[in-house]
């Protein structure tokens, strides 16, 4: 089966999605590789732009068994399409169910607020993106400002008027 994927990555990643779905297909309702198949085939319609196709192969994929790594990716790859389909409720759902299970994950955290806006909390969504950019930066310029926007970042309508 490891090569069946294989076979099936390069294809998608060479434009040829259809191919690759045609390739896994077989695998789908196999006991021991279902799980495998609907993931790459999620991938397989995402990377086509066909995020109504891919969704129920995430949903598959993540009830069986995948690797840390694999149920990372289906994780992610459901809550960007169910995001992209406007389904902003279950894709902010299921980037916290993603969050809560790799809580140290950073490349979520954009999307994870990106449908924290969409649900209409836009002052969340912009402290975790603060928050992220304090973490990862490497730039001097907002490094100088580092405690003074880190304070910030806990509560944007705080003010300290007397």
């Not at 779905?21 to 397989?44: I, K, M, R």
């Not at 389909?85 to 169910?97: C, D, I, K, N, S």
Request: aromatic fraction near 10%; glycine fraction near 6%; charge should be negative.
């Amino acid at each position: 089966m490891n090569n069946i994927v294989e076979q099936a990555i390069t294809l998608y990643r060479d434009g040829q999605s259809n191919e690759a779905v045609g390739l896994l297909s077989g695998y789908l309702t196999d006991p021991e590789w279902g799980s495998l198949a609907h993931f790459h085939t999620a991938f397989a319609y995402d990377r086509q732009g066909d995020e109504k196709k891919a969704i129920p192969h995430y949903r598959q994929a993540l009830l069986g068994s995948l690797n840390r790594k694999d149920r990372f990716d289906a994780l992610l790859g459901l809550g960007s399409s169910l995001r992209c389909l406007g389904e902003y409720v279950a894709a902010t759902e299921t980037f916290e169910l993603l969050l809560s299970e790799y809580p140290d994950s950073q490349s979520a955290q954009p999307f994870y607020a990106m449908c924290l806006y969409n649900t209409g909390r836009g002052k969340e969504a912009c402290q975790l993106l603060m928050k992220l950019l304090l973490a990862t930066t490497d730039n001097q310029e907002i490094k100088a400002y580092q405690a003074a926007l880190a304070l910030y970042a806990e509560d944007l309508d705080q003010t300290w008027i007397d």
